[in-house]
């Protein structure tokens, strides 16, 4: 079996001779702290053999799951929010079809995903197209308390039971959630619902291969067994005994660690040269983001889809301020074939490319971009997918947490935590007169009284 691979020649140029190899101190001490478990959020590493040691049963009762929503469902809802959707995003969207809620083929149900905002008219026009469907649920949620997927569930169980009747509506409503806390967890034990547990020891960006991602994925109609196994291969190849020079997820971790604190590259773009990766870029900017950017510290992770974007951001890129890095998730072959005709009155001059692969074309597009990049002073890591599809993607992801995970215990953080992202939650809760913030709700009007 192939194997997703990594370049980072074009990267490690733009540190000293040696430099990366000289990290790999650092790197193997945070492999060894991870394995361990001795390191700063170690009540959190669930993730780190989780691949190895799922148990076929637990797949098929996850598959049983996902089977009878999509008998008995049009359309699965899946509600949730950062990492409680971002994984089972990227994956449906990596491989599926990019028409996929346009094709009525009757074969999968359409996904949609909805608890990740506050839009009213998002809401609203969700709650109308969901109107005459057959729909159910997924709600997932560990604390069970997320605002934006607990108002999201009120709106969709009361729709769902109203449109089914509530004996029905119980059999199409899971929840993914704690094992004993939060609302989620209360409502599904008193109203019946099926539920999947959420282990304590994994936290939200970590847990797209717990059935918060399986779940929704096996109901779009991909092979979860062959997720977990590309991601059982990847934790192996990527295991604390393998040598650093052969370990991706370490020569990754060291080489953005080397350029942040030895080139001043404070921002690493993701880009793909296929829009399918959109919303894998999206989970990888929170796996990384909230990972890492704490303390004052981090590099900051964007993305970008090419070609698209080097019509928007290619100025910057090439041109603007030389504090960036790319990393490129590469796909070796489409799942596709498309040849791109002759003409014979060649109006729009583009008959050279008769003949080609369109794909031939993208290749060369991501080639012209990497050299002129790195020439314009943007150092390049390459990551190759074989090909998207559900083996490799299981790789992808568990190289990129494992990668995560030491990076971030390199760059001496807690990668495992997220004390930042409580601040504007209890803003919220004190201005809305949440019942427990009454000392908070006083303060914060007397402050926005001051300041007008
Ligand atoms: O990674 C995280 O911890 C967050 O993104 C959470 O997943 C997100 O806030 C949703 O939380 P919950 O699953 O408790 O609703």
Redesign the pocket.
């Known amino acids: 079996m192939k194997s997703i691979s990594l370049d980072i020649t074009k990267a490690a140029q733009f540190l000293g001779a040696g430099a990366v190899e000289a990290l790999e101190p650092q790197v193997q001490a945070a492999q060894e702290a991870l394995e361990n478990g001795t390191c700063a959020g170690n009540d959190f590493l669930g993730w780190l053999h989780l691949p190895s040691s799922v148990t076929p049963a637990f797949l098929d009762e996850v598959q049983a799951c996902a089977d009878t929503l999509r008998r008995q469902c049009d359309v699965v809802v899946v509600a949730?929010?950062?990492?409680?959707?971002?994984g089972a995003r990227a994956v449906i969207e990596a491989l599926g079809n990019s028409f996929a809620w346009l094709i009525q083929d009757k074969k999968n149900p359409v996904i949609v995903f909805a608890g990740n905002n506050i839009g009213e008219d998002y809401l609203a026009e969700l709650t109308d197209y969901l109107k005459d469907k057959r729909f159910g649920v997924i709600n997932?949620?560990?604390?069970?308390?997320?605002t934006?997927?607990?108002l999201t569930f009120r709106l969709l169980k009361k729709q769902c039971e109203a449109q089914r009747g509530k004996a029905e509506a119980k059999d199409v409503i899971v929840a993914v959630?704690?094992a004993r806390k939060?609302a989620?967890r209360a409502a599904a034990d008193k109203e019946g619902y099926k539920t999947f547990i959420?282990p304590d020891n994994v936290?939200?960006?970590?847990?797209v291969l717990t059935p918060?991602g399986l779940l929704p994925i096996a109901c779009a109609g991909f092979d979860i067994k062959a997720l977990v196994q590309g991601a059982a291969d990847m934790e192996q190849a990527t295991g604390v005994d393998v040598p650093f020079a052969r370990n991706l997820a370490a020569q990754y971790a060291a080489v953005r660690q080397g350029l942040y604190t030895q080139a001043g590259k404070k921002i690493e773009i993701i880009a793909n040269f296929q829009p399918k990766l959109h919303f894998i870029a999206e989970w990888w900017k929170?796996l990384y983001g909230?990972s890492e950017g704490k303390e004052h510290k981090g590099i900051f992770p964007a993305a970008c889809d090419f070609t698209t974007d080097l019509h928007s951001m290619g100025q910057w890129i090439q041109d603007g301020e030389r504090s960036i890095f790319e990393t490129v998730i590469s796909v070796e072959t489409p799942e596709r074939e498309l040849d791109f005709p002759a003409d014979e009155e060649n109006l729009d001059g583009l008959n050279f490319l008769a003949g080609k692969r369109v794909d031939d074309v993208n290749k060369m597009a991501e080639l012209g971009t990497r050299l002129a990049h790195v020439d314009g002073g943007v150092p390049n890591i390459r990551i190759s997918v074989p090909r998207l599809n559900e083996y490799y993607i299981g790789q992808l992801i568990y190289f990129f947490e494992k990668a995560c995970g030491i990076s971030g215990l390199v760059e001496k953080v807690n990668p495992f935590n997220?004390p930042g992202?409580e601040a504007y939650k209890k803003n919220m809760f004190a201005l809305l007169d949440k019942p427990g913030y009454e000392a908070d709700s006083k303060a914060i009007k007397e402050r926005l009284a001051n300041e007008q």
Do not use: N, P
Request: proline share 0%; glycine share 22%; no cysteine.
């Open positions: 949730g929010i950062g990492g409680s959707y971002l997932i949620s560990k604390s069970g308390t997320t934006e997927t607990a959630t704690d939060g989620a959420i936290g939200g960006r970590f847990s918060v929170q909230e997220q992202v």
